[in-house]
């Protein structure tokens, strides 16, 4: 008999010290969080002011995914404290059902209406160390009226609770606020739980208020999640300036990656912004007066097909030995473009008449014409012309001018 009594006393023992266990098992640690840093150079205020109102009744005692749902509500605020930016703006943070030994209220402020900071705001949350009471939310909404009242711009109030238990009267607080403060009031509840009936009265608390959102508290705790929650009820990003790309020729091409700059108006370019040069002479188009030019051919600034060497001396249309290299080339070129014609245009300097320059020019072509006709080209293929005096290509005014001008210039035919 005495062995039953102390075996039974050993287990009643062994089931308190269980049970007590079971009570005191240790919450499911919250993900590990690292404030994301918002610089608040890039974005402004949504709302001057913020009020937080917190549930701190005895529902909230309850456990939800691990937790006690007080703690979730706790870790919830704290992580948006750390979060939010300090701009300037005004905030506050009030709680309701509390522990009576906290405050004998139904509702109290924690913290505020303020300056805010992050360390002033810390404290205030710091104050509510416990659960226990009713669920007054009306009567700390009705309160916030008084908190508000007065504050220029907007405000943006955050309701955490998990919605249990509270009063018929709460939405009709919810719209006297509303009512009072219009479109500068957005509300912002956050729910803790899963209860189906706190779920609706929050959306329906979202809906009254008109341009806040229903925050899940438990799904908002990562720091990606947190920074989200802050941007989109309390800031507002500032709009990103345009990048201007300087095009100081205005071609279209950036100057950055303009490799000829300072191209003059309406002329086409290519990518790199340069002026095009259709036939690879050296002379871009809109400056070469020769298009068409064969590839090898020599030019001059013009783009036009010159015999560099070729210069003629005064009032002689004879070919010198130091220009036989450059019909060479020309001999060359034909050769490759069979189907190329070529006309022969023969120019002098301004000493002598038109009528005798005229003739002059075209016994210098005529001489080109021969000299290539013995290298193989069939005569057919080339045609001779004569410009006098009239087409110079340097000024008449110098000796070294004139010799420019007293030249043979080839002008291509394609077929």
Same mark, same amino acid.
């Given at each position: 008999?005495?062995?039953?009594?102390?075996?039974?006393?050993?287990?009643?023992?062994?089931?308190?010290?269980?049970?007590?266990?079971?009570?005191?098992?240790?919450?499911?640690?919250?993900?590990?969080?690292?404030?994301?840093?918002?610089?608040?150079?890039?974005?402004?205020?949504?709302?001057?002011?913020?009020?937080?109102?917190?549930?701190?009744?005895?529902?909230?005692?309850?456990?939800?995914?691990?937790?006690?749902?007080?703690?979730?509500?706790?870790?919830?605020?704290?992580?948006?404290?750390?979060?939010?930016?300090?701009?300037?703006?005004?905030?506050?943070?009030?709680?309701?059902?509390?522990?009576?030994?906290?405050?004998?209220?139904?509702?109290?402020?924690?913290?505020?209406?303020?300056?805010?900071?992050?360390?002033?705001?810390?404290?205030?949350?710091?104050?509510?160390?416990?659960?226990?009471?009713?669920?007054?939310?009306?009567?700390?909404?009705?309160?916030?009226?008084?908190?508000?009242?007065?504050?220029?711009?907007?405000?943006?109030?955050?309701?955490?609770?998990?919605?249990?238990?509270?009063?018929?009267?709460?939405?009709?607080?919810?719209?006297?606020?509303?009512?009072?403060?219009?479109?500068?009031?957005?509300?912002?509840?956050?729910?803790?739980?899963?209860?189906?009936?706190?779920?609706?009265?929050?959306?329906?608390?979202?809906?009254?208020?008109?341009?806040?959102?229903?925050?899940?508290?438990?799904?908002?705790?990562?720091?990606?999640?947190?920074?989200?929650?802050?941007?989109?009820?309390?800031?507002?990003?500032?709009?990103?300036?345009?990048?201007?790309?300087?095009?100081? =020729?205005? &071609? !279209? @091409?950036? /100057?950055?990656? %303009? +490799?000829? *700059?300072? #191209?003059?108006?309406?002329?086409? $370019?290519?990518?790199?912004?340069?002026?095009?040069?259709? =036939?690879? &002479? !050296? @002379?871009? /188009?809109?400056? %070469? +007066?020769? *298009?068409? #030019?064969?590839?090898?051919?020599? $030019?001059?600034?013009?783009?036009?097909?010159?015999?560099? =060497?070729?210069?003629?001396?005064?009032?002689?249309? %004879?070919?010198? *030995?130091?220009?036989?290299?450059?019909?060479?080339?020309?001999?060359?070129?034909?050769?490759?473009?069979?189907?190329?014609?070529?006309?022969?245009?023969?120019?002098?300097?301004?000493?002598?008449?038109?009528?005798?320059?005229?003739?002059?020019?075209?016994?210098?072509?005529?001489?080109?014409?021969?000299?290539?006709?013995?290298?193989?080209?069939?005569?057919?293929?080339?045609?001779?012309?004569?410009?006098?005096?009239?087409?110079?290509?340097?000024?008449?005014?110098?000796?070294?001018?004139?010799?420019?001008?007293?030249?043979?210039?080839?002008?291509?035919?394609?077929?």
């Amino acid at each position: 008999m005495k062995n039953l009594i102390s075996k039974s006393l050993f287990i009643a023992v062994a089931m308190f010290f269980m049970v007590g266990c079971a009570a005191q098992s240790p919450q499911k640690p919250f993900a590990n969080f690292s404030p994301q840093s918002l610089d608040a150079s890039q974005y402004t205020l949504k709302h001057n002011n913020f009020l937080v109102v917190m549930d701190g009744s005895s529902s909230m005692e309850e456990k939800f995914d691990g937790n006690q749902k007080f703690d979730i509500a706790k870790e919830f605020v704290g992580r948006m404290n750390q979060t939010l930016p300090v701009m300037g703006q005004i905030g506050g943070l009030r709680s309701f059902g509390h522990k009576p030994s906290v405050s004998p209220e139904p509702t109290m402020m924690l913290y505020g209406m303020e300056a805010y900071t992050t360390e002033g705001f810390a404290n205030g949350l710091s104050k509510l160390s416990g659960t226990g009471g009713t669920s007054p939310l009306y009567k700390s909404l009705n309160s916030s009226l008084g908190d508000i009242d007065g504050k220029s711009g907007t405000t943006g109030l955050v309701i955490v609770s998990d919605a249990k238990n509270l009063s018929p009267k709460t939405t009709s607080s919810v719209k006297a606020l509303k009512d009072k403060f219009g479109d500068t009031l957005c509300i912002y509840p956050v729910l803790v739980g899963d209860d189906k009936e706190g779920k609706a009265l929050m959306q329906q608390i979202s809906d009254i208020g008109g341009c806040g959102f229903v925050t899940d508290a438990s799904t908002a705790l990562s720091t990606e999640a947190m920074a989200n929650f802050v941007k989109n009820a309390f800031l507002v990003e500032k709009p990103v300036a345009p990048v201007v790309i300087k095009d100081s =020729d205005n &071609d !279209g @091409v950036p /100057d950055d990656r %303009d +490799k000829c *700059p300072d #191209t003059p108006p309406g002329v086409e $370019v290519d990518a790199d912004g340069c002026p095009l040069d259709t =036939d690879g &002479d !050296g @002379v871009y /188009d809109y400056l %070469d +007066k020769c *298009p068409g #030019t064969p590839t090898g051919a020599k $030019v001059n600034p013009m783009g036009c097909w010159v015999l560099g =060497d070729l210069l003629f001396d005064f009032n002689k249309s %004879d070919i010198k *030995p130091a220009g036989y290299a450059d019909l060479d080339d020309v001999v060359a070129i034909l050769n490759k473009n069979p189907n190329m014609k070529v006309v022969l245009q023969g120019h002098t300097d301004s000493k002598g008449t038109d009528a005798y320059n005229q003739a002059l020019s075209m016994r210098r072509s005529q001489s080109v014409k021969t000299y290539l006709v013995n290298k193989g080209i069939n005569a057919d293929r080339l045609k001779c012309e004569g410009f006098g005096e009239s087409m110079p290509a340097a000024s008449n005014d110098t000796e070294f001018g004139r010799s420019l001008n007293r030249r043979v210039q080839l002008m291509p035919v394609v077929q």
